[in-house]
């Protein structure tokens, strides 16, 4: 191993490799050397067991290894290198161009996309994907998710929630969301059932209330705000995501919907009557199949005394 790394040159290879993947290319281009020189020197580096390779397209990228016994060693002859090769400072500004040539080129791709990046497909990009992201980005709230349904969205948000209260009025939906909480291990995901109108959670006790296209099937959708209201602490969140208003009479029957949706202002006017401020109201998807139903979301925040409509999840 001594032998090996009295080679300045070798040395000099190792380095760059202690800090970067690099190609033989661009090994060249950093040190000056030729490719056969390179090429001879990480053979030797590799045999040692120094040196890792991968590939990478058609390209073969090379990084420092350390195998045990003589990590102390080698990570003491790349520190002195520093002061005992005089190249080592080129070196390091040569490894600095490489990798902003290769920043450039990054940036030089996405900017060729500008304008067009949303409007083809992106491996790994998908709503699902960025969902499931999205979910670790709340904060610790206590959130009631009213009409849960088969709690698909509180199993969701039990992930990062400190608590989720599902309700819904079928206790057969009760039923089949407490057994899959249960099967899946969640403990933080208590499932009640109950009227959207009539909750059986406490005044002020969660963060946020979620009725996820559930208001258009309450007899009373102005009840079923004003219960929001009462259970969400001063600074809580209502989220109402439901249909915009529509002409689909059948929907009806097959959905068992009570109201044909909403329009923007009936819904921005429902939350402003329950005391709500901050209301923000907007269509957020259109639907693309028959029968094309549209989708509002909006949000409305109970204010915290004479402060209005500041949020207690900001400071949470």
């Given at each position: 191993?001594?032998?090996?790394?009295?080679?300045?040159?070798?040395?000099?290879?190792?380095?760059?490799?202690?800090?970067?993947?690099?190609?033989?290319?661009?090994?060249?281009?950093?040190?000056?050397?030729?490719?056969?020189?390179?090429?001879?020197?990480?053979?030797?580096?590799?045999?040692?067991?120094?040196?890792?390779?991968?590939?990478?397209?058609?390209?073969?990228?090379?990084?420092?290894?350390?195998?045990?016994?003589?990590?102390?060693?080698?990570?003491?002859?790349?520190?002195?290198?520093?002061?005992?090769?005089?190249?080592?400072?080129?070196?390091?500004?040569?490894?600095?161009?490489?990798?902003?040539?290769?920043?450039?080129?990054?940036?030089?791709?996405?900017?060729?996309?500008?304008?067009?990046?949303?409007?083809?497909?992106?491996?790994?990009?998908?709503?699902?994907?960025?969902?499931?992201?999205?979910?670790y980005l709340l904060p610790p709230l206590?959130?009631?998710?009213?009409?849960?349904?088969?709690?698909?969205?509180?199993?969701?948000?039990?992930?990062?929630?400190?608590?989720?209260?599902?309700?819904?009025?079928?206790?057969?939906?009760?039923?089949?969301?407490?057994?899959?909480?249960?099967?899946?291990?969640?403990?933080?995901?208590?499932?009640?059932?109950?009227?959207?109108?009539?909750?059986?959670?406490?005044?002020?006790?969660?963060?946020?209330?979620?009725?996820?296209?559930?208001?258009?099937?309450a007899l009373h959708p102005d009840r079923?705000?004003?219960?929001?209201?009462?259970?969400?602490?001063?600074?809580?969140?209502?989220?109402?995501?439901d249909l915009l208003k529509h002409d689909?009479?059948?929907?009806?029957?097959?959905?068992?919907?009570?109201?044909?949706?909403?329009?923007?202002?009936?819904?921005?006017?429902?939350?402003?009557?329950?005391?709500?401020?901050?209301?923000?109201?907007?269509?957020?998807?259109?639907?693309?199949?028959?029968?094309?139903?549209?989708?509002?979301?909006?949000?409305?925040?109970?204010?915290?005394?004479?402060?209005?409509?500041?949020?207690?999840?900001?400071?949470?």
């Open positions: 191993m001594l032998r090996l790394l009295s080679d300045p040159g070798r040395v000099r290879v190792l380095r760059l490799l202690a800090q970067e993947e690099l190609s033989v290319a661009e090994l060249q281009e950093i040190l000056g050397m030729g490719q056969s020189r390179i090429s001879m020197q990480l053979a030797q580096l590799r045999q040692a067991g120094l040196v890792a390779v991968r590939r990478s397209g058609q390209k073969s990228l090379y990084r420092m290894t350390l195998p045990a016994g003589v990590q102390a060693l080698v990570r003491e002859v790349l520190e002195r290198s520093k002061e005992e090769i005089p190249r080592s400072a080129e070196d390091d500004e040569g490894l600095q161009l490489v990798l902003e040539r290769r920043r450039d080129h990054l940036r030089n791709y996405f900017d060729a996309l500008a304008g067009r990046f949303g409007r083809h497909y992106v491996p790994g990009r998908s709503w699902k994907a960025l969902s499931e992201m999205l979910l206590v959130i009631a998710d009213i009409g849960a349904g088969e709690a698909t969205i509180s199993l969701l948000l039990a992930r990062s929630a400190r608590k989720v209260i599902a309700v819904d009025s079928s206790r057969r939906m009760v039923e089949y969301g407490r057994s899959l909480a249960e099967r899946h291990g969640i403990a933080n995901l208590d499932y009640r059932p109950g009227d959207m109108e009539d909750l059986p959670i406490e005044e002020a006790e969660v963060d946020v209330a979620l009725l996820h296209q559930t208001l258009h099937h079923a705000l004003a219960e929001a209201w009462r259970v969400l602490r001063p600074g809580g969140r209502v989220i109402v995501l689909v009479e059948a929907a009806r029957e097959l959905y068992g919907d009570i109201w044909p949706g909403f329009s923007q202002a009936e819904l921005a006017g429902m939350l402003r009557e329950q005391g709500f401020a901050c209301i923000d109201v907007a269509i957020v998807d259109r639907g693309t199949e028959q029968p094309r139903f549209d989708t509002l979301l909006a949000v409305g925040v109970k204010p915290v005394g004479a402060e209005g409509c500041v949020s207690n999840q900001s400071a949470t």
